[in-house]
């Protein structure tokens, strides 16, 4: 079976550019999560939806940054525009939810790197 | 907000050495989850804790939730060098209908022959 898939692996563009990074989530799964990983500070949580719906947005740094889940399968972050502070790994993540009262487990997909000139 | 600490933020251990890392949380845990990330690549999961006083094996690994549900521990014996790279808990906040997890700092292991 597929695992979570993120779009593109690579990305390096200069400031001011629009950066869209993709995620298809594995299927059945209905919570999507955006996290962010740098040096400095670590794996953060930028937005997570459930059931398409945004749960929580408190993580995302600022209005430049965006995050639409347009189905149930798939999610878009967007950054417009983009600064070199933006520079980071940006990893997607699925899961199945909560299950009796407990949350599962996150599958992660492979990450996109972006390097913002 | 909720701030989850993991101690030692690095270790470097010679194969065979034990090694533990503990993760603290200021509030009450629902659960915590417990991911493994080699050099390069995405987090894992390794194993999920809900039981006060829990603790679950697997294989070299040791995991355990505290009484209180505010700390946990993951404990390798005899550390090999596949066991390089960032471990993390995660605590987990039910928010009615999803679960949000918060990432610990993580502690990178290397492991030397």
């Known amino acids: 079976d597929a695992g979570v898939i993120q779009s593109p692996r690579h990305e390096v563009t200069e400031m001011g550019q629009e950066v869209t990074l993709r995620c298809k989530l594995i299927?059945?799964?209905?919570?999507l999560f955006w996290y962010r990983q740098t040096m400095m500070r670590g794996l953060e949580l930028l937005i997570y939806f459930n059931n398409n719906v945004p749960i929580d947005d408190s993580g995302m740094p600022e209005d430049r940054f965006s995050a639409k889940m347009p189905n149930a399968s798939f999610s878009t972050l967007k950054i417009q525009p983009s600064e070199p502070r933006d520079s980071a790994v940006y990893f997607c993540?699925?899961?199945?939810?909560?299950?009796?009262?407990?949350?599962?487990?996150?599958?992660f997909g492979e990450g996109s790197r972006l390097t913002v000139l | 907000g909720q701030q989850v600490m993991q101690i030692p933020q690095y270790q470097h251990v010679q194969e065979g050495e034990d090694f533990t890392t503990y993760c603290n949380s200021s509030t009450t845990l629902s659960n915590i989850q417990w991911y493994k990330q080699r050099p390069g690549g995405h987090p894992v999961f390794l194993i999920q804790?809900?039981?006060?006083?829990e603790v679950k094996k697997q294989k070299r690994l040791t995991f355990q939730f505290g009484e209180a549900k505010k700390n946990s521990s993951l404990h390798i014996t005899a550390t090999q060098t596949t066991d390089v790279g960032t471990y993390f808990c995660a605590e987990s906040l039910n928010t009615g209908t999803a679960s949000k997890l918060t990432f610990g700092t993580g502690t990178r292991l290397q492991v030397t022959l």
């Open positions: 299927s059945g799964h209905n919570s």
């Open positions: 804790l809900v039981k006060s006083g």
């Open positions: 993540a699925s899961s199945l939810g909560l299950t009796s009262g407990v949350g599962g487990e996150l599958f």
